[in-house]
């Protein structure tokens, strides 16, 4: 075989290669089950995630009985947050562009609210379980508190800091976010 028919050969099969890959099916868009995890899960593996954070440091705490009051208070106060409700397609479809945008400012802020009330809140059950502890449980839960928030900001980071998918932590080369493809 000479030069010319080998490359009209290897030519010939990439472009079958290519026609194949692209008559694949692929997900017709985004939701459970098409590359985003149902919401209903992920709640289920956050709540299952806190409860074993908070068995370990019980366990860390090795509590008296006498501090189990103080325990069960801080439990109650350190439940994770449910988000409000999303609206469906067909919601959505009825609103105006004007109408979405309120309703989506309006859960932004009550969203806010709630993190801002909870963090008061966790704040405020830390420090009278911390009344209630010895020195040396103190200084345990003080090492939880570190791993927790590390375990949160890495869980943060690992969704891109709450956005979608490709969207990343930040802004990303090409995007203003440091130099772009020259």
């Known amino acids: ?10 030519a010939a099969l990439i472009a079958a290669a290519g026609a194949t890959a692209a008559a694949q099916p692929g997900p017709a868009s ?6 985003r995890m149902d ?9 299952a995630l806190h409860e074993q954070y908070l ?3 019980k366990e860390q705490l090795k509590l008296a009985p006498e501090q189990e009051s103080a325990w069960t ?21 009825k609103m105006t562009p004007q109408e979405r945008a309120e309703m989506w400012e309006q859960r932004q802020a009550m969203r806010a609210a709630i993190r801002q ?18 020195p040396e449980q103190q200084t345990a839960l003080d090492q939880w508190e570190v791993q ?13 800091g709450g956005m979608g998918p490709g969207m990343g932590g930040g802004m990303g080369p090409g995007m203003g976010g440091g130099p772009g493809p020259r």
């Open 30 to 35: 985004p939701g459970p089950g098409r590359g």
């Open 55 to 57: 068995a370990q440091l």
């Open 39 to 47: 919401p209903a899960v992920m709640q289920q593996r956050r709540a």
């Open 73 to 93: 208070a801080f439990v109650a106060a350190m439940q994770p947050m449910t988000p409000p409700a999303r609206p469906t397609a067909e919601q959505l479809s």
């Open 148 to 160: 927790w928030k590390a375990a949160r900001k890495a869980a943060w980071a690992s969704t891109g």
């Open 117 to 134: 009330g909870r963090t008061v809140q966790g704040d405020e059950a830390v420090q009278a379980l911390r009344a209630q502890l010895t």
């Open 1 to 10: 075989m000479n030069r010319t028919s080998s490359r009209l050969l290897l």
